[in-house]
């Protein structure tokens, strides 16, 4: 296998029946050397939020996959009321075990920082390493999802127009970017029964503990727009390591997505595998 096969991406759909649910799910999968990376986007994204592994000179060697939640991208779900992260946690189970990864790096967004910290609570001994950017942990983290409680509407469409519009008034960097691509990249009717999960996951279970008691090691990475965030001494006093990204606030693969991989490639070297 050449160096140019390693670092190219195969795309491909996987059909899958999770919870009585019926997934099409969008993916893409690389070869190559060392222990597997496990992308899971937030939401509202893609896979294409990872892709540029594949021709990062350090980190383009490495086995990779990332796939589209149901909900948004590429994959279908035939039941948008049923998309809740314990839902998502099994389609990364599901993921898993297609790819045959036995053991694997997590690098989890937002969304999918909440759905990779489930995962390797239920399954710590396969993960080497988790990357958590920006995932909940603590109540305070639902700045976004808490907005189907804040600012509810019956009419998931409207709820999308006004969640929008709101984003394009924010003053954290790249939330206009990510605001204009909304309506490509997610349904509408998945918002709620996803916000919702995020918030009751965020407000009454012990999601801190979960994330400071892994074994594996962990990072912590946030935008310093975020850096007032109450936990952070905490989290470090624990031994996990905080990666500051700099002019950035939610979205590193956005705003600063050089400084992004460099920390990544970073906490991959010192973990040794």
């Known amino acids: 296998m050449t160096s140019t096969d390693i670092r190219r991406w195969q795309h491909l759909t996987v059909p899958a029946r999770v919870d009585d649910t019926d997934l099409s799910i969008a993916a893409m999968i690389k070869p190559g050397h060392g222990t597997p990376l496990l992308f899971l986007h937030g939401f509202g994204s893609t896979k294409e939020d990872y892709a540029d592994i594949a021709v990062h000179p350090d980190l383009g060697d490495r086995p990779a996959l990332a796939y589209d939640a149901p909900g948004c991208g590429a994959t279908t779900c035939s039941d948008l009321s049923a998309i809740v992260i314990p839902l998502l946690v099994r389609v990364a189970e599901t993921m898993i075990n297609h790819a045959g990864y036995r053991r694997y790096h997590l690098i989890g967004h937002s969304m999918g920082g909440l759905t990779a910290l489930l ?93 400071l008691t892994l074994p594996a090691a962990r990072m912590l990475m946030y935008g310093d727009q975020n850096n007032t965030l109450s936990y952070l001494p905490t989290v470090q006093a624990a031994g996990v390591e905080l990666a500051e990204i700099p002019d950035c606030g939610h979205f590193p693969m956005y705003a600063n997505a050089p400084e992004m991989w460099r920390r990544i490639h970073q906490f991959l070297v010192a973990t040794g595998r």
């Not at 469409?157 to 006004?162: I, R, T, V």
């Not at 969640?163 to 003053?171: A, E, P, Q």
């Not at 009717?189 to 996803?194: H, L, S, Y």
Request: charged share 20%.
């Open 119 to 211: 995962l390797a609570h239920a399954q710590p001994e396969q993960v080497a390493g988790f990357v958590n950017i920006e995932g909940n942990i603590a109540p305070e983290d639902c700045f976004l999802s808490r907005q189907i409680v804040n600012h509810h509407r019956t009419d998931p469409e409207e709820f999308l127009s006004d969640f929008i519009d709101r984003l394009r008034g924010s003053r954290y960097y790249s939330a206009s970017l990510y605001a204009a691509s909304l309506p490509f990249k997610v349904r509408a009717g998945a918002i709620e029964p996803i916000f919702t999960s995020m918030v009751d996951l965020s407000d009454h279970h012990p999601l801190m503990k979960w994330f």
